[in-house]
Every structure is written in structure tokens, then in C-alpha cells.
């Protein structure tokens, strides 16, 4: 829910801050005093597109500043406006892309009215309300159409690509058969070439490698006295008082350790002096060897271990080509089945949908008579032709239409000139699936143009009725509407050097009252209107006790 916003340099908004809450949120105020601007306001921070001309007069930017809570999360979303074109969106102070910012604030807010986020207008939603509505028997039936078709489409796709290959095989096998070959003839394995690497270096420093190893060995055990023997002296010595003290004894023995692993450590060097050689057939040898893997490298990955992996790719892709015409026609099988299967919960899924849309059209008709639409019908159309494709959802196709007067033929609700139709429409609909549809608040404008008495107390109880569910923040001038605000702000302009100012006041109860009355009985608030005003609201508080 959005529970704070904060306008500056905005139309003819200096600067104002407004806290919502929970329920039933009105606004009200004298014609042209700038309700809609706050509407148009929180729409522009909900994502919607900029434009200048709501820069304040005189100022180089405008400001709007919205803190929200979706799925137990805050966010601080900013929209700044410049004069000079430019557009920042901010979420948690972090400059994000308007795609960005439209993807969240389509999950927290609707808007309806002359705004454009109306999701009711787009067919999109559509079938998305239809199954939200009858979410327990469509979704058992969705996940099925899901696996289905995700066998199917990744069946489809796999014959395609292997007719593809087909169509170029001969000439791809026989690249793929060189390939195989170059590549199992080089008999490599995992590392090999970093073996060679240490191979070579070990040939081509042989000669040094043989010089060093002699003159240690020689210092160790050869020379006179050696290094060996100094320290055998040294053993017998400290042996022989070793008795003396713990400390000595501890001398000997590491001394001693010394000694026998000096003496094995001289062997393991002569056995490799004496394998050290040096090797012109073995050098080449080894550089030709590197340079085979070199190129397989080069040409099939970077390292031994990609062309192994390439190397098994194509023996399998080979082995498919060879055996083209058997998968071929398994695959063609396998597809028939999928789709025969697929169409069938396809149907069924339909079936049910078209089940679930005549409930709700009657129900949406019932709505839209008690909110005053006269000859209106409310029906879901099903496009059923022979292009209708597969999808996750089905094969479905639907739009809601609308007969608004007596003799004209069904139309799409985007074709509804009216904002108030298209929102009591909406708010049919929200009072239908409340209690399905996730997005927690609800803003209206428009909501009461073309009604009044009954059907604006009936729009008033049906407003009060969804915020049970979702924040509701409606622009009204009904004063049957306001009346069963939960909290209600006015909305008032003011001539202040030579400049025109608009601010909002949370009204209190009896402040409530006082614009109720003005509502009721214009610019003169008399003791008549006031106590209007009371019995109205009375009188709503009394219908919400009552209940439906």
C-alpha cells in the first residue's frame, strides 16, 4: 500500500505531503482546485509517462516522492521531472529505468480513470482475471496444459532442427566424420599438455639440470669430508651424551632423522642423475606433439579438455545424422501424441473457462445494474479460428465486450469513451475477485461522473466494501461517496503573491462533516446542510453495520 507522498513544483502544487492508510481514502474539493492533479501526481511516481508542462511555473524541476509496502517490503520511489527533458526514476535512492519502475509499481497500485494504468482495458488481462476468478478448478488444468506443452514445443523444436540437418546432412557428415577423426587420431587425454610443457622444459635444460644434481650429490656424499659424513660424526657424537638431559636426547633423535633421510634423499638423486639424458628425437618429438594439440586447441577450444567435450558433441550429433530417418519419424510420433494430447486438456480447459465466464458475466451485469448502467451487457468473448496457437495458458483467446445502449452491437472496453464507465466497470469487477487480485491498492478518479443518489450510495458501499481487501483512494465531489470515507483530505487553492497555490488537509471528524455539508449544499454551509452531513454519514456508518 502506498502510505506517504510528497509533492514540490508540481502544476500548481507548491510543495504537499499527504500520509494514507488503510481502507477508504477520499479526496475532495471545489472544482478546479487541483484533485486530479494529485491523482495524476502519484500516476507519474507509479511509472506513467513525463511531461513538462506539470513542471510548476517559474521552477526547474518537479519533484514527486511516494513511500509504498509490497509483500512486507518498503520502498521510497522518486520521480524527478526537469525542464530540460530530463527524466529520473529513483527506488531505495537508486536510479532505476522507467521499464524498471513500471514492473514494480505494476504489482502495488492501480489507477483508474483518464490514466493509463488501467489493466481492465487491456485484453492481455483478461484471461488472467478469468483464471484468478476460478483459480482452484483452472489451475490443476494450467500446470497440465504447462507440461504438455512444454513437451510439445521441445519436440516440435527438436524435429525442426533435425529436418534442418537433414536438409544439409551428407555435407555436414562428412565434416563432422573429419572432425572425429583429426580429433580421435590425436589419442589426447585430459592434461596432457601441460604434461608435454614439463616434459619439454625437463629436455631443454637437461644438461643443467644433470651438472646441478651431480655437484649436490657430490657435496652430500661424495666430496671430502661430505656433508653425509660430517653429520654421521655428528650423530655419534651427541649420541654418546645423550643420557645426560631430555633436551640432548631430543637432539639426537632429530639429528639422527636428518642423517637417514639425507642418506635416502642421495640415493633418489643418483637414481636421478642416472635417468637424466638428453635427447634430440625425444626434444622433436615432444614439440610435434605439442604443436597436434596446439591445433586442436585452436580450432576446437581452448583447452584439452573443451575438445574433448567437442568431441563428444558431434559423435553424438553424427551418431543422430547416421540414424536420421529412425528419430526422424520417432520424433514425428512423439509430437502427434503430445499435440492429440495437448489439444484434448486444451479443450477441457476452455470448457472450463467458458464455464467460469458466464458466472462471472452474470455476476459483473448484476454489479453494473445496481451501479446504475441502464441497458448495459457485460459478456466474454472467446476467439475460436484456426490461428489460434498453443501457448502455457492454453489455447485461449478472449476479450471483454460491452453493450453500454440499447441497439448497438458488443464493443471492447478500450472503446468506452467514458473514464467514470470504465472505472464503476473496474470497480464491478473488484468487488467480484476482492478477494483474489493481489494488487493492493486502488486509486479512482472519474468514479462518480453521470451518477448520483442511490447508485452514488451504492458505489460508496461497494468502494468501502473492496477496501476491506485494498487501499482504496478515490476522488470524489458525491457526497454519498465521501461519506463512507475511512479517511478523508480536502483539496483547496489559494491565490498567494500573485501565484496560485494547492494544498491538502487531513480533515478531522468534524472537519469531515463541514466538507460533507459544502458537498451537499454548495458554497453556503447552513445548519441544514450540517446536519445533512451528520445523518448522511450516519446513515453509511448504519449501512456498513448492516452489511450486504
Known amino acids: 500500500m502506498i502510505s506517504h507522498i510528497r509533492i514540490k513544483d508540481f502544476a500548481i502544487i507548491d510543495t504537499a505531503e499527504l500520509e494514507f492508510y488503510e481502507g477508504l481514502n477520499i479526496i475532495t474539493g471545489e472544482t478546479g482546485a487541483g484533485k486530479s492533479i494529485i491523482i495524476e501526481a502519484i500516476s507519474l511516481a507509479l511509472g506513467s509517462r513525463a511531461d513538462t508542462a506539470y513542471i510548476r511555473s517559474g521552477k526547474d524541476k518537479s519533484v514527486i516522492q511516494m513511500i509504498a509496502n509490497l509483500d512486507g517490503e518498503d520502498y521510497i520511489i522518486t520521480r524527478e521531472l526537469s525542464a530540460n527533458g530530463k527524466n529520473i526514476c529513483r527506488i531505495n535512492d537508486e536510479i532505476v529505468s522507467l521499464a524498471q ?34 483459480d482452484s478448478a483452472i489451475l490443476p488444468i494450467k500446470e497440465k496444459v504447462a507440461e504438455l506443452y512444454y513437451k510439445y514445443s521441445s519436440t516440435k523444436q527438436e524435429l525442426s532442427t533435425l529436418l534442418e540437418h537433414q536438409a544439409n546432412s551428407e555435407r555436414k557428415r562428412d565434416f563432422m566424420r573429419f572432425e572425429l577423426s583429426e580429433i580421435s587420431q590425436a589419442n589426447t587425454y585430459p592434461g596432457e599438455d601441460e604434461e608435454l610443457a614439463q616434459k619439454l622444459s625437463l629436455l631443454q635444460n637437461s644438461e643443467k639440470i644433470y651438472s646441478n644434481l651431480s655437484g649436490v650429490y657430490q657435496a652430500i656424499y661424495e666430496a671430502s669430508p661430505s656433508a653425509f659424513e660430517a653429520i654421521g660424526k655428528s650423530c655419534h657424537l651427541i649420541q654418546e651424551i645423550s643420557d645426560f638431559s631430555n633436551e640432548i ?16 634423499l642421495s640415493s633418489e638423486i643418483r637414481r636421478y642423475i642416472e635417468s637424466v639424458s638428453f635427447s634430440p628425437e625425444s626434444m622433436d618429438e615432444t614439440i610435434q606433439r605439442i604443436n597436434i594439440l596446439d591445433n586442436l586447441k585452436r580450432k576446437y577450444g581452448g583447452t584439452i579438455e573443451t575438445v574433448l567435450n567437442y568431441k563428444e558433441k558431434i559423435a553424438r550429433e553424427l551418431e543422430n545424422l ?27 480447459l476452455t470448457a472450463v473457462r467458458k464455464k467460469i465466464a458466464k458466472d462471472i458475466e452474470k455476476r459483473v451485469n448484476e454489479e453494473l445494474a445496481e451501479l446504475n448502467f441502464k441497458d448495459t451487457n457485460f459478456s466474454v468473448h472467446f476467439y475460436e479460428n484456426d490461428n489460434l496457437k498453443y501457448t502455457p495458458d492454453g489455447m485461449d483467446k478472449i476479450e471483454f465486450l460491452i453493450i ?27 468487488k467480484i475477485i476482492a478477494d483474489f487480485d493481489f494488487i493492493p491498492t486502488m486509486i479512482f478518479d472519474e468514479i462518480d461522473v453521470g451518477i448520483s443518489g442511490v447508485t452514488a450510495s451504492i458505489v460508496g458501499k461497494k468502494l468501502l466494501d473492496i477496501s476491506k481487501n485494498h487501499q482504496i483512494i478515490c476522488i470524489t465531489h458525491l457526497p454519498q461517496i465521501a461519506a463512507f470515507g475511512d479517511n478523508h483530505y480536502k483539496i ?23 466538507e460533507i455539508a459544502r458537498l451537499l449544499g454548495g458554497v453556503n454551509v447552513t445548519d441544514t446542510t450540517i446536519k445533512s452531513a451528520e445523518e448522511l454519514i450516519s446513515l453509511s456508518r448504519a449501512t456498513i453495520e448492516k452489511g450486504p
Do not use: W
Open 101 to 134: 519502475l513500471n514492473k514494480l509499481c505494476r504489482r502495488l497500485a492501480d489507477v483508474h480513470g483518464q490514466y493509463d494504468h488501467q489493466s481492465l482495458l487491456n485484453p492481455e488481462n483478461h484471461l488472467k482475471l478469468i483464471d484468478t476468478y476460478g
Open 249 to 264: 636426547s631430543q637432539f639426537n633423535e632429530d639429528l639422527c632423522d636428518i642423517y637417514y633421510k639425507i642418506d635416502d
Open 322 to 348: 547416421e540414424n536420421i530417418d529412425t528419430i526422424r519419424e520417432k520424433l514425428t510420433l512423439e509430437l502427434k501424441e503430445y499435440e492429440t494430447s495437448l489439444n484434448e486438456v486444451c479443450k477441457k
Open 404 to 430: 453500454t445502449n440499447k441497439g448497438e452491437n458488443p464493443k471492447p472496453l478500450s472503446k468506452i469513451a467514458s473514464g467514470g464507465e470504465v472505472s464503476r466497470i473496474m470497480l464491478a469487477f473488484k
Open 492 to 514: 483547496e487553492k489559494e491565490n498567494l503573491n500573485d501565484s496560485t497555490i494547492t494544498t491538502v488537509k487531513p480533515l478531522s471528524h468534524d472537519e469531515k462533516i463541514s
